[in-house]
Structure formats: C-alpha cells, structure tokens
C-alpha cells in the first residue's frame, strides 16, 4: 500500500510511480524531504505491507489490519483504506489542451481537480488554485499555453489499499491537497482530497454525536 510523490515536470509520457513499470522510487516516509524526489529511482514507503504484497500475503496482511481494528471508531482504527472514502469521481484532460480549457473544464464540472493524461498516460494532477496562480504569473498569454509545455506540480499517489492516516501526513508534509488512486494496471482510479478528510472527520463527530 505505497505512496508516492512525482517531481514536478511537464506532462510528456508516464509520470505515475515507477512500481508500475518494474522499478523503485525515492523513499517519502518521512514528514520532512531530506533530499529532492528523483522519479528515476524511487522507494515505497510503508515497507512492511509492500514486502506483504510482494510476497503473496497482500490478503492476508488487509484481513489482519481490518480484525484489528474492528471495535474502534473508523478514524481511530490503525488501518483505514484510501478506497473506503475517495471520491470515484475522475475528470480528465489532454495534455496537449489549453489552461484556458482546463480551467473551463473546471468550471463545468464544479471540481478543484484534473487528471492530466498522455495519451493513455498519467502524467499529472492538477489543482485550480495553482492554475490560477500560474495565470497570475505568467501574464495575458498565459491562458493560451499548452499544459505540455508548462512545469507541472509534484503530485502524491497511492494505492486503493494505502493507509489513509499515512497518505493524509504525506499530503501536509508536501503541501498537496489531494492525491491520485491508482490501481494495479497504473490507472487512476479516484482522487482522495482535503475535502474528503474533512468529510469522514465530520461524519465520525456526527456519529460520536448521535451515540
């Protein structure tokens, strides 16, 4: 149940972790980066599940983590999958399109989020405020500039079965409000958000509320 952040870069072939293609990347277990991420050669974190799944025991290694917080509070369990509360909810846009039409596709949907895709790549996520400070920076012109051609942000990824307690002390440590859900295939498959921490936190109080 790895999690693992890409450099910032532009938005040209694959740019998911490199587990998907056989190799590792950097280590980002820690709150605190004490070296720049280099999407070359990365590590998981959160070894000994990875060493679980790797070796066969992924199933088994979930039945174990979810028996042992069975009696706690869904906040409180020591084991809480991305997959019980992210949002299915994917947008996605060419890397070839426009800012001028990422931020319209924005609009239309009503989302803080795009999936940027590479032909059948994932090669970023990106977030309406840093588009709109990218506008701001660069000028009238900036409307019209491809996102192929611009620096991307970093962006967080995971598994469905990452440990949401993990991936949320991730996201404040690189100032991300969100991370993509990939699955085994390197697909996106939902988006896990500060907005929906902030939903199963309220959810949770609503509950302790009513018992």
Do not use: K
Not at 168 to 174: E, G, P, Q, S
Request: proline share 6%.
């Amino acid at each position: 149940m790895s999690i693992f952040v890409s450099e910032p870069g532009r938005p040209v072939g694959a740019r998911v972790p490199e587990i998907y293609r056989g190799r590792r990347v950097d280590d980002v277990s820690e709150l605190t980066e004490s070296h720049p991420v280099n999407p070359s050669r990365s590590e998981a974190t959160d070894a000994e599940f990875q060493q679980a799944a790797n070796s066969g025991r992924h199933n088994r290694a979930l039945e174990e983590y979810g028996s042992a917080g069975a009696g706690e509070a869904r906040l409180e369990r020591p084991y809480l999958p991305v997959s019980s509360f992210c949002s299915p909810a994917l947008y996605v846009i060419p890397a070839a399109a426009s800012v001028s039409e990422a931020l319209t596709s924005m609009d239309e949907h009503g989302v803080q989020h795009l999936v940027v895709m590479s032909e059948d790549n994932v090669a970023g996520l990106v977030e309406l405020r840093w588009l709109l400070e990218w506008v701001h920076r660069n000028g009238p012109d900036a409307m019209a500039q491809g996102l192929v051609h611009i620096e991307l942000p970093a962006f967080l990824t995971a598994s469905p079965e990452t440990d949401a307690h993990q991936l949320a002390r991730l996201m404040l440590a690189h100032r991300l409000s969100a991370a993509l859900v990939i699955d085994s295939n390197g697909h996106p498959t939902g988006i896990v958000s500060s907005t929906d921490y902030l939903r199963l936190y309220a959810s949770s109080g609503q509950q302790q509320g009513l018992v």
